[in-house]
């Protein structure tokens, strides 16, 4: 779609910057927080990048007032950060914690105070570790009643504070990195488990935007939700449905049920004969049908580019470590992997790579924006997007980024762009504000505006410094997006 003149960012959009509980506080056990089961995890040898853990973070836990600070002076409207679950409900459920719910108070205190909007994340992944070793964590619906009491005694706390809230950070990526390839906490490496998990993570996710419903009529609630648009190796109509059966297997089938209350029907049916479908019990489909959100939260990365699936494609399946002809390698490649018959994945010629591998896929997010905007029809706010790179601390204590400029500033053109197409987005937070704990990646790999410096083996001072970035981003807030236009030749 051509547009002579793109429209401008509505008034009011909420230019942010995100984090996560874990990645930034540190502290992790004080004023009584309970342990995560990330606290546990990442303290099993191998199980992160040289071992990394978030026990001290960028220690966001005694320095937020100098990060809020920062934020009002790059200007940012929001903020988006998780609470940890732990901090408020030490062992998930029971008495509330005041003392550690009070670094809450104080930082939203702080964000009002400052202009800066709070967008609350209930969950990003830090589990209370007891209710995984009592119930199993989600894979019981003692969990998810965990979640819904917690979630309250959260969301009327800050009634009149906080209007913002997302319910569950990449549903999709916790389940599949916890429950189904054992990368993440509690380890497993079982699809049907995961299925079932996730249908359970649905049920608290309904209820949870039901309830802040009930609490504040007033409240904007939703998922945020992992979203990689699928695109088709080329246009071999074999590989345009595998392109659509990956759509419908790693995105529609989380989105569908959040919106409209129920899983795909075509990819529902292929899982019910698979023996791997979630078990729904009577009553589910009420529950999820009462809990459609405000908007869907959207974090982009990457898409995916697929072909054919290798039990139709021989070449392909030729070449892969896998035997058609020895029915339990048959077996155990559907009951695990259900997928491998309706797509495989692909390299994308036409895209660059960050240093970690991701594609960097700027016209992708249009694409995801759009078709998340066409199927849905839900305001989409932005809750992550960003590049991780190595950053350089120069002796003058500068930090030159021009690739997380370029990174950015071509994902803000591509939204804009979308936005003329007719999305509606209620706003974009970077990630992240300052610089973190990834995951899987220790502190090495930077997606800040604020670089801060330690390292994977050292806190070191842990100060802050402003990068390139940071006054950019300031800039672009400062002219509510207006100025990222298309360069000259680019398309
Ligand atoms: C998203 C998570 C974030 C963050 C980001 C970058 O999936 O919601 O918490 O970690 O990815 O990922 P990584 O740290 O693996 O580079």
Redesign the pocket.
């Known amino acids: 779609m051509y547009h002579a003149k793109l429209d401008t960012f509505p008034a009011g959009f909420l230019w942010g910057a995100a984090s996560?509980a874990y990645?930034v506080e540190g502290a992790a056990d004080a004023d009584g927080k309970g342990k995560s089961v990330w606290d546990e995890f990442s303290k099993v040898p191998g199980k992160t990048f040289e071992n990394t853990n978030g026990d001290v973070a960028v220690d966001h836990y005694h320095r937020v007032l100098e990060d809020v600070a920062l934020m009002k002076e790059m200007g940012l409207k929001t903020y988006r950060f998780s609470i940890a679950w732990a901090r408020v409900f030490p062992s998930g459920e029971g008495e509330v914690n005041e003392d550690g719910s009070r670094f809450y108070d104080r930082l939203i205190h702080a964000l009002l105070a400052n202009g800066i909007e709070p967008m609350v994340t209930l969950y990003?992944?830090d589990l209370p570790l007891a209710l995984e070793k009592k119930y199993g964590g989600w894979r019981s619906r003692k969990t998810a009643d965990a979640f819904v009491e917690y979630a309250r005694v959260v969301m009327e706390r800050y009634r009149h504070q906080v209007k913002y809230w997302i319910t569950f950070?990449?549903q999709n990526?916790f389940m599949s990195l916890g429950y189904r390839f054992g990368a993440h906490p509690p380890g497993i490496r079982d699809f049907k488990t995961m299925m079932e998990a996730n249908h359970i993570v649905n049920l608290a996710n309904a209820r949870v935007v039901k309830l802040a419903h009930e609490i504040d009529p007033s409240y904007r609630i939703g998922p945020?939700f992992?979203y990689g648009p699928s695109y088709s190796y080329d246009c071999d109509p074999n590989h345009v449905l595998a392109a659509m059966n990956a759509d419908a297997f790693n995105n529609d089938w989380w989105l569908d049920v959040y919106v409209k209350g129920r899983y795909p029907k075509a990819l529902l049916y292929q899982l019910e004969k698979a023996g791997l479908a979630p078990t729904i019990r009577e009553g589910d489909y009420d529950i999820l049908a009462q809990g459609r959100p405000d908007f869907l939260g959207m974090?982009y990365?990457h898409g995916g580019t697929v072909q054919w699936n290798r039990y139709e494609n021989q070449t392909l399946a030729d070449g892969k470590d896998f035997n058609k002809t020895d029915p339990y390698q048959m077996q155990a490649q559907w009951s695990q992997a259900p997928e491998t018959r309706m797509f495989e994945t692909a390299k994308n010629p036409h895209l660059k790579t960050t240093a970690?591998g991701w594609e960097i896929d700027p016209v992708g997010f249009r694409v995801a924006l759009r078709k998340m905007y066409d199927r849905y029809e839900l305001p989409i706010l932005v809750t992550?997007n960003?590049i991780?790179a190595i950053d350089k601390l120069e002796a003058d204590h500068t930090i030159k980024d021009p690739y997380r400029i370029e990174y950015l500033r071509t994902h803000i053109l591509e939204m804009r762009k979308a936005i003329t197409d007719g999305v509606e987005v209620l706003g974009y937070c970077a990630?992240?504000f300052t610089d973190l704990l990834?995951?899987?990646?220790g502190y090495k790999?930077r997606?800040g505006f604020v670089y801060v410096d330690r390292d994977d083996k050292s806190e070191r001072t842990l100060n802050r410094y402003k990068k390139d970035s940071f006054f950019w981003y300031r800039d672009v807030i400062a002219q509510n997006g207006n100025a990222i236009e298309e360069k000259e030749g680019e398309q």
Request: charged residues 15%.
């Open positions: 996560a990645q990003h992944w950070n990449e990526v945020s992992g974090n990365y970690w992550e960003g991780g990630w992240s990834s995951w899987l990646n790999k997606y």
